[in-house]
């Protein structure tokens, strides 16, 4: 299987310029995807893009990474209905270290035979003069044809778009002719809302110098149900492991629905094609059993933040279904508790430091009396940090809570509770 063989089986491509299929087959090429530093760190959208360079990498192709630290200065309209805030340099420069460490974790720079590249676009954008960019580069660009993309078109009929965003569609011309100049990048691939963009930079190489430059975009990603997708209940599914933990970020695939996930399988996963397929076969045969999801969990959250934090986020899943809580940190165990409701109890009710468990379990509301909390920890009804506790003289001490902050607290298999202890 060659590489455009293997984007193809992975519905990996939505569109492609003429004779693409053809050189990906012939020869070694430099291909680029550009990397909007809109924020601190990408999200799960940015996950296909990613996994196109580490494709090219693997079939022994040339990945760059163009970092936009001088087109973030001004906005992709692409896919916006509305004009973007402009951002300082100093939120841009944020931005661009959180996505520059981001992307190292799945591109190898350092390998001998093909290593990857990442370039930032402020090196170039940010110097060239501008009358000598509107004599050598904007006198090739038809205000007629820039008024006919998408990006642009959009806009007119809604708040109309500046002559800011405007002008992106040069910016990112320019750099695919940057970077064909310098490195001979002959590809450029990405979402397919930037096929415009796209086409601008290929037109751009033929005119000033007669040679010829290809394009490929991916899906946009939705659901089956039509939803965009990653997002969630509270807000897109970030990266950065400080935006989403691990837990979540695991648990967002396990979640994943049996009409989506072997879609998934392909698009974010290293897997074979036998692998998958007796993966959809389960989906099938075995649908209770979820197999799919959660090989799709470890292999994503293996890919975006290492085999530690996944190993953590199982044994978080294992503790929703009555493991003890053990060797995880309380900021974990207060992420996969989050949606549990939770109360605060001040130190001052730990009477020479301790407290009953009748107490305890009344005051998080599992029982609505002293006597009902009796009967159901006689019953063996009650569990703390996840251990039975059948003993109704029972005592807590400050020791016991998790980091000297925390109980968790369940009655039967699902019903939790947390109490954080309070200074006040």
């Given amino acids: 299987m060659n590489i455009y063989d293997e984007f193809k089986w992975r519905g990996l491509i939505y569109d492609t310029t003429e004779g693409l299929s053809e050189i990906l087959t012939r020869e070694k090429v430099t291909a680029y995807i550009g990397f909007d530093p809109s924020a601190p760190s990408l999200h799960v959208g940015s996950l296909i893009p990613i996994m196109g360079l580490v494709h090219m990498q693997r079939y ?20 916006k209905s509305h004009e ?34 990442m370039v930032d ?37 809604k708040d109309g778009i500046s002559f800011t965003e405007f002008s992106y ?92 996930v072997v879609t998934y399988l392909k698009y974010f996963t290293l897997l074979s094609p036998s692998e998958i397929e007796e993966l959809a076969e389960a989906v099938v045969s075995q649908p209770e059993k979820r197999e799919a999801q959660k090989k799709l969990a470890q292999e994503v959250t293996r890919l975006v933040h290492g085999d530690t934090a996944l190993s953590k986020a199982e044994q978080a899943s294992r503790i929703l279904f009555g ?6 940190d309380l900021q974990d165990l207060l992420d996969i508790f989050a949606t549990a409701p939770s109360i605060k109890i001040d130190k001052s009710q730990f009477y020479g430091d301790r407290m009953t468990l009748v107490d305890l379990v009344t005051s998080t509301g599992l029982a609505q009396s002293k006597g009902e909390a009796r009967r159901i920890i006689e019953g063996g009804g009650i569990y703390l940090q996840n251990i039975r506790v059948t003993d109704t003289r029972r005592t807590i001490s400050l020791q016991d809570a998790l980091e000297g902050q925390a109980f968790i607290l369940r009655k039967g298999q699902k019903e939790y509770r947390v109490a954080l202890i309070s200074e006040d």
């Fill in 169 to 260: 569609l040069l910016l990112q011309a320019y750099d695919f002719l940057v970077l064909y100049e310098k490195y001979n990048c002959t590809v450029q691939m990405g979402a397919s809302d930037q096929w415009g963009n796209i086409t601008a930079g290929i037109d751009l190489i033929r005119r000033l110098h007669g040679a010829r430059a290809y394009g490929l975009v991916f899906p946009l990603l939705t659901t089956a149900s039509g939803t965009k997708y990653g997002k969630t209940e509270s807000g897109p599914l970030w990266l950065d492991a400080k935006r989403t933990s691990p837990y979540r970020f695991y648990q967002f695939w396990i979640n994943t629905d049996d009409k989506d």
């Fill in 323 to 328: 493991e003890q809580v053990n060797n995880l």
């Fill in 121 to 157: 676009n402020a090196d170039w954008l940010c110097t060239i003069n501008l009358t000598d960019f509107l004599r050598d580069i904007g006198k090739y660009f038809s205000i007629n044809s820039m008024l006919a993309k998408e990006s642009v078109s959009n806009r007119l009929g």
């Fill in 84 to 117: 973007r805030p402009l951002m300082t340099k100093e939120e841009l420069n944020a931005n661009l270290e959180g996505v520059r460490e981001q992307l190292s974790r799945f591109l190898n720079f350092h390998t001998k035979i093909n290593p990857a590249m």
């Fill in 60 to 79: 022994g192709h040339t990945p760059i990474a163009v970092i936009g630290g001088g087109t973030g200065l001004i906005g992709d309209p692409s896919g």
